[in-house]
């Protein structure tokens, strides 16, 4: 077998030369994507090859028909302007994440599809990708998108202890998702912008810590999906509030929140050790729920092995990433590094598929899970296994990526 490594501008040439993709065999392995005469991939750059072919335009990642802001956006399409940034620095690549950004934020600095009197938390999360697109152009209308964002959650509704709700339409509830999408964002911002941070710093962790004694199971030792202070939705327990079950991917956010907070706490800064703790404990867990066989994660975590559970690529791809960075950038021991890289490993080999083209697929992502809204999302086991199952959802593909660069060396 020929193995010719070339850069992601030549393999775009080589994929489109006369206008078709070569037939061609191809092997998936741990460490990336062989062709028997033309390349030799490593993953990080086979997921961002992929995804610019199913999605030729930014703005149609997830899916999407016409443009939109949402959570998922920022977190692939941030993570693709890494790679596009990182990796080789490919004009091709960081035009094609930029975009996204040009068309969705507006002169003024206001953002198509976006309502802050929503008060949902979900839509603060991509502005951590303006953040990123703000550094390298320096358009004032960045500038003027992110402060709306953060005037958001000046005002956003807070639990009687300070926890942020999910959403306005999901009064007194904090689910493990909302710690992701609102956290990080919030401590970047404070620390790029802010003349005193601190205050901001102290409301952080103050969320994670919230989230971490209000939605732990002491019988499992890991953390429920959502907490109700109210007690009054019909999915949370009477007595502790708590959703039901653990779901992999809610912890997967609130592992990746914790990570990534840390880039932005300042070593100095007291209230920084209780994220460390609070990850080593997080990742202690998930590593004990790591299923002996397969290497990767359940998509019910807290039921290995149940019938009709499933092995599931998003959380299996965020339990990589969070592994790979927190020990790579010191947040966890040296130790975790090594488990960190054989799970994203697993998550190759039980996830990702390859057509006769090349183009690579992530495989059995839950589509979405949530509680509330219709009598269906209970929280019970049945419904968080019988939701929907696809493939590519950028849920997964976003950390994916990530997690291939940190376990490929190149972050």
């Known amino acids: 077998m020929k193995k010719t490594i070339i850069t992601t501008a030549a393999a775009f040439a080589a994929f489109a030369a006369a206008g078709q993709h070569p037939a061609k065999t191809y092997e998936i392995t741990p460490d990336g994507l062989l062709c028997d005469e033309v390349v030799e991939e490593p993953w990080s750059m086979a997921m961002v090859r992929s995804e610019m072919e199913r999605y030729p335009e930014s703005w149609m990642i997830d899916f999407s028909k016409a443009p939109k802001w949402s959570y998922v956006m920022g977190l692939e399409i941030g993570a693709i302007l890494e790679f596009g940034k990182s990796y080789y620095n490919d004009e091709e690549i960081i035009d094609y994440a930029l975009e996204y950004g040009d068309i969705m934020v ?47 959650m000046k005002d956003h509704p807070r639990t009687s202890e300070g926890g942020f709700w999910h959403k306005q339409i999901y009064p007194h509830q904090m689910w ?21 941070p601190s205050p901001v710093y102290d409301d952080v962790v103050r969320q994670f810590e919230l989230a ?44 990746m929140a914790l990570t990534d907070v840390l880039d932005y706490l300042p070593e100095d800064y007291a209230g920084r050790q209780s994220i460390l703790d609070i990850l080593r404990q997080v990742a202690d867990a998930v590593i004990r729920y790591r299923d002996p066989e397969s290497g990767v994660w359940y998509q019910v975590m807290d039921q290995p092995g149940r019938e009709g559970n499933y092995l599931e690529a998003t959380c299996s791809s965020m339990f990589s990433y969070s592994l790979l960075k927190a020990a790579r950038k010191g947040y966890l021991p040296e130790s975790y590094w090594q488990t960190g890289k054989d799970a994203f490993r697993s998550t190759v080999m039980n ?6 083209h090349g183009i690579i697929s992530l495989e059995q992502c839950c589509a979405v899970a949530g509680l509330g809204g219709s009598d269906r999302r209970d929280g019970t086991f049945d419904y968080y296994v019988n939701e929907r199952i696809i493939a590519n959802d950028p849920k997964g593909v976003g950390p994916f990526i990530l997690a291939a660069m940190y376990a490929e060396g190149s972050l």
């Open 106 to 152: 507006q002169p003024d600095g206001s953002i198509t599809t976006y309502r802050l009197t929503d008060f949902n938390i979900d839509q603060i999360n991509s502005g951590k990708y303006l953040m990123d697109v703000y550094e390298m152009t320096g358009e004032e209308k960045y500038r003027l998108a992110l402060d709306m964002l953060f005037n958001q």
């Open 176 to 196: 493990l998702d909302g710690l992701y999408m609102g956290s990080p964002f919030l401590a970047r911002y404070a620390s790029e912008f802010l003349d005193d």
């Open 212 to 255: 971490a004694q209000n939605t732990y199971d002491p019988a499992t030792g890991l953390w429920r999906h959502a907490w109700d202070e109210s007690r009054e939705q019909f999915w949370a327990d009477p007595e502790t509030g708590q959703s039901k079950h653990t779901w992999g991917r809610a912890l997967g956010w609130y592992m």
């Open 351 to 356: 996830f990702i598929s390859v057509d006769r």
